[in-house]
């Protein structure tokens, strides 16, 4: 569609990428939610662009705004709103991305009003589990490159390759916590690449725009992108 494109090792690929936390109601005016910002994901949203992608980002809350207008974005709240919009557009796609931090419990039921106190006692709130997205699309992938991310604290390497088994990823970026300034809220990340035949390829801490585009490489050269 745009004859500039032509060339560009991303032009004509079909790329989503989910992005952000969610949000998990537990009553109107209170939720459960986690740190991240969605920079990872805006940032390879953006690259793939750059690349000459057709990209649709599916966001959490955040504040972030997209650089480029040619993204089509969507913006969710709670993880199985990120789930229905994902399978609207996940059969069209070349390429996925899961970069979200998908809340893995929410509250079994949403209070109709705000909860209110009730003496001086505790207040025991009962979770069940979300949708996990990205296996959902392990599931039902024909062609689509399928990659992952996953924050361990513990044992980092094989818990990722665990996690790219288990869903049946392409790839997996394993995030690290290890080093001082990597992960949520900073600007930087270290990650380590993984493909599905096990190789690794770990990366020097940089910024989340370096590290995305580092990201794509790997892409690019593993899939017929
Ligand atoms: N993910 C998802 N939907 C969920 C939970 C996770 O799509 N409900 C995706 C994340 O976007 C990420 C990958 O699964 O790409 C791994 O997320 P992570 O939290 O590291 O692992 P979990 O599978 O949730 O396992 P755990 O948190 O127990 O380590
Ligand atoms: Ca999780």
Same mark, same amino acid.
């Given at each position: 569609?745009?004859?500039?494109? @032509?060339?560009?090792? !991303?032009?004509k690929?079909?790329? !989503?990428? #989910?992005?952000?936390?969610?949000? =998990?109601?537990?009553?109107?005016?209170?939720f459960?939610? &986690?740190r991240?910002?969605?920079s990872?994901g %805006?940032?390879?949203?953006?690259?793939?662009?750059?690349?000459?992608a057709e990209v649709?980002?599916? @966001?959490?809350?955040?504040?972030?705004?997209?650089?480029?207008? #040619?993204?089509?974005?969507?913006?969710?709240?709670?993880?199985?709103?990120?789930?229905?919009?994902v399978?609207?557009?996940f059969?069209?796609?070349?390429?996925?991305?899961?970069?979200?931090?998908?809340?893995?419990?929410?509250?079994?039921?949403?209070?109709?009003?705000?909860?209110?106190?009730? *003496?001086?006692?505790?207040l025991?709130? =009962?979770?069940?589990r979300?949708k996990?997205?990205?296996k959902?699309?392990?599931? $039902?992938k024909?062609n689509? %490159? !399928?990659?992952?991310?996953?924050l361990?604290?513990?044992?980092?390497?094989?818990?990722?390759?665990n996690?790219?088994?288990?869903?049946?990823?392409d790839a997996?970026?394993? &995030?690290?916590?290890?080093?001082?300034?990597? *992960?949520f809220?900073?600007?930087?990340?270290k990650?380590? %690449? $993984?493909d599905?035949?096990l190789?690794? &390829?770990a %990366?020097?801490?940089?910024?989340?725009?370096e590290?995305?585009?580092? $990201?794509?490489q790997?892409i $690019?050269?593993?899939?017929?992108?």
């Amino acid at each position: 569609k745009n004859h500039l494109a @032509t060339g560009l090792p !991303l032009s004509k690929k079909k790329v !989503l990428i #989910t992005a952000g936390p969610t949000h =998990e109601a537990i009553d109107p005016v209170r939720f459960l939610g &986690n740190r991240a910002t969605g920079s990872m994901g %805006f940032e390879l949203a953006e690259r793939a662009a750059d690349l000459g992608a057709e990209v649709i980002l599916i @966001t959490g809350p955040t504040t972030l705004e997209l650089a480029n207008k #040619t993204i089509a974005l969507i913006r969710v709240t709670s993880a199985e709103e990120m789930y229905l919009a994902v399978h609207t557009h996940f059969e069209k796609m070349h390429v996925v991305i899961s970069a979200a931090a998908v809340a893995d419990y929410r509250p079994k039921t949403v209070a109709e009003q705000k909860i209110k106190k009730k *003496g001086d006692g505790d207040l025991n709130l =009962e979770l069940e589990r979300t949708k996990d997205i990205l296996k959902s699309m392990g599931e $039902i992938k024909t062609n689509q %490159f !399928l990659v992952g991310f996953a924050l361990e604290t513990e044992n980092e390497l094989d818990n990722a390759k665990n996690k790219l088994q288990k869903k049946n990823l392409d790839a997996i970026v394993l &995030n690290s916590l290890q080093d001082k300034g990597a *992960g949520f809220g900073q600007g930087t990340n270290k990650v380590t %690449f $993984i493909d599905k035949n096990l190789n690794v &390829n770990a %990366f020097d801490l940089k910024t989340k725009s370096e590290v995305a585009i580092d $990201i794509w490489q790997e892409i $690019i050269s593993l899939s017929n992108a």
